[in-house]
């Protein structure tokens, strides 16, 4: 079984421009809860006091699911994190700091060998007050696997029980990712007594292919988000990741406890309380997803649906309506004979060769063909 993390309510809370209320976060983390994730990371209790205040309501009230909240590797964003997830059913601490040579020598101020220090110190104290501690190594992607591997070993023995090989920056791809989660693999030393995460950023339009990558190398764990949500261009796409795994078990021959019958549900709740759209083509959720204009496609829909859909749209939450066959410049016959019967709109067979030509006429103008444009079409004048 693989662990679906979602962090939409930390990563993706943390993109320009969303900030969700703590009903706003409880609502969603409810909606996770039946779409079936394991963990929900709640937020960064320690950044603000509404962040605090999101992850002790939502610990509060998730049940069934991990909650897990953030804490860079310091005693006072622990203690937080402790303290807000308190009253959760099965609470995790999740600490991380930057392994990277950039991210070490910049950013942290800190030699190789205080870093392995500051990790160790920061598992500890979480596993004081927590059984479940993940340890993210911050920009894995550009940090070298050998002291990767050492961080790694290190949390592990201090009581670790997730480790996350993360690509914060967007910038490695599939094939350099599997080939870093293998090295990690064979080179940390109590490796087996934890489970391995992935944890991918969508700058390059890598994230779900990395994440993927990361699952074929041995990871057990994938974090995302509902619509790939995140800072900047964002993280790994919950839905995606899952209708992958469903359609092509062939391929990634995983389980997972995912209903993928709530995906869209799911997808237009995080829309709509983020303010953040949904592009119309993105993949599985998008307007456009199941959507076909053009002539040829529509008739083969409407013969068989397998030949232009490798996906059964009701198993994500799609209504039969919603599938529509969009009446446009590109539908042909078959489409248009199969829409009027079905909207009882009847058309002489005798006539049907100029009520399509009139068709053809005003979708040269017109974006969206409505019902009344298709009763007012009969008339030759219209
Ligand atoms: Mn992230």
């Not at 963990?39 to 909650?67: L, M």
């Not at 900047?232 to 078990?249: F, K, S, V």
């Not at 021959?253 to 019958?261: D, G, L, R």
Request: charge should be negative.
């Amino acid at each position: 079984m693989i662990d679906i993390f979602d962090t939409t309510l930390r990563d993706g809370e943390q993109s320009a421009g969303v900030h969700l209320t703590v009903e706003d976060k409880v609502q969603i983390a409810k909606q996770l809860e039946k779409l079936g994730v394991n963990i929900i990371e709640a937020g960064f209790p320690y950044a603000s006091p509404t962040d605090f205040q999101g992850v002790h309501q939502v610990a509060k009230e998730a049940r069934g699911v991990t909650v897990c909240g953030l804490a860079r590797a310091r005693e006072k964003d622990i203690l937080s994190a402790w303290e807000a997830l308190r009253s959760a059913e099965n609470p995790r601490i999740h600490t991380f700091i930057g392994t990277s040579e950039i991210h070490m020598r910049y950013k942290l101020k800190a030699t190789p060998e205080q870093i392995i220090e500051r990790a160790v110190n920061a598992v500890r104290l979480a596993k004081s007050k927590v059984s479940d501690v993940e340890f993210s190594a911050e920009d894995s992607s550009r940090s070298d696997p050998d002291f990767l591997a050492q961080v790694y070993a290190a949390v592990i023995q201090a009581g670790a029980t997730v480790i996350t090989v993360s690509d914060v920056v967007g910038y490695i791809t599939p094939e350099e990712f599997a080939a870093l989660v293998r090295k990690v693999k064979e080179r940390t030393a109590g490796i087996e007594k934890v489970k391995i995460s992935v944890h991918c950023h969508d700058d390059l339009g890598l994230a779900v292919a990395n994440t993927l990558a990361g699952l074929t190398a041995g990871a057990e764990q994938l974090e995302c988000t509902v619509n790939g949500v995140g800072d900047r261009a964002g993280n790994a796409a919950l839905e995606e990741l899952a209708m992958i795994m469903h359609t092509r078990r062939d391929v990634y021959p995983v389980e997972t406890s995912i209903v993928t019958t709530e995906l869209l549900k799911t997808s237009r709740l995080v829309s709509r309380l983020t303010g953040m759209p949904v592009q119309y083509h993105k993949a599985i959720v998008g307007r456009n997803a199941f959507a076909h204009e053009a002539g040829v496609h529509q008739d083969g829909i409407l013969k068989e649906p397998l030949t232009y859909q490798i996906m059964t749209p009701a198993d994500i939450g799609w209504e039969e309506e919603e599938q529509h066959l969009v009446l446009g410049r590109h539908s042909g016959r078959h489409a248009i004979r199969d829409y009027l019967a079905q909207e009882g709109v009847t058309v002489a067979e005798a006539d049907f060769e100029a009520y399509f030509t009139r068709f053809k006429q005003i979708t040269g103008a017109k974006q969206e063909i409505t019902k009344e444009d298709m009763i007012a079409l009969r008339q030759p004048e219209g």
